[in-house]
């Protein structure tokens, strides 16, 4: 157990409306990541955060921002949901300094916009 | 541009024999490659890692052999038991990040 919980597990949504995702850790990681799940595509990284408000873009990032004010919450937003964005969400940290360790995922938040 | 590529989308194996996931990337800065396995309507799971400095981990009936000549690596399980059916992807890192792979679909027949 990572100590990863990740909020809302499930939601529906309508298109063009802001969602917010909650990752949410108890030990004190540096590193914490957003990535999103899609058949064919595998897990492909959103954002990551590298310290309190400091956080870089990955490669699908159009669409979503980030928030980091505290080191054990990780926020995900959709600014305005699209079709495109059902997805199944995964949050993840990583486990030492080094951002490119073994990363450990949160149990996921499927999201579908319709 | 994928920078990691599994190329087989799913694999088919009986119990009790050798599975092999394939895996190769392009960039030669990546410095720490890694498997994950997941099952449906749950998060991914780390399995096995090895640096760059190695060609080879071994953990249990779980091996990784690392060709970083071809830039290709490969997941070995052996004996293959109907419980590794899963989704497997392998990951690589540069550093800051985990770059992942499709993912491949492993069942293993009874």
């Known amino acids: 157990d990572a100590g990863i919980t990740q909020s809302p597990r499930h939601k529906v949504t309508e298109t063009g409306t802001p969602v917010t995702l909650r990752c949410h850790q108890t030990?004190?990681?540096?590193?914490m990541y957003w990535y999103r799940q899609d058949p064919g595509h595998g897990l492909r990284l959103i954002h990551y955060?590298?310290?309190?408000?400091?956080?870089d873009k990955g490669e699908v990032s159009d669409g979503y921002s980030v928030s980091r004010s505290k080191t054990e919450d990780f926020l995900l937003t959709l600014e305005s949901a699209t079709s495109s964005q059902t997805s199944v969400y995964f949050c993840a940290i990583s486990a030492g300094d080094r951002g490119g360790n073994t990363i450990y995922f949160g149990e996921g938040s499927w999201l579908t916009v319709v | 541009d994928q920078q990691v590529k599994q190329n087989s989308p799913s694999l088919s194996v009986q119990e009790g024999r050798i599975s092999i996931l394939n895996c190769d990337y392009t960039n030669s800065m990546f410095d720490y490659f890694l498997w994950y396995k997941k099952y449906p309507a749950e998060g991914p799971t780390f399995l096995i890692s090895i640096s760059s400095i190695k060609d080879k981990n071994e953990d249990g009936r779980f091996t990784v052999f690392l060709n970083k000549s071809a830039k290709h690596l490969s997941l070995h399980i052996v004996p293959s038991q109907p419980g590794d059916s899963a989704v497997y992807f392998c990951?690589?890192?540069?550093?800051?990040?985990?770059?992942f792979g499709a993912g491949t679909i492993l069942r293993v027949k009874s």
């Open positions: 030990e004190n990681h540096r590193y």
């Open positions: 990951a690589a890192s540069d550093g800051n990040k985990l770059v």
């Open positions: 955060s590298y310290g309190v408000k400091d956080t």
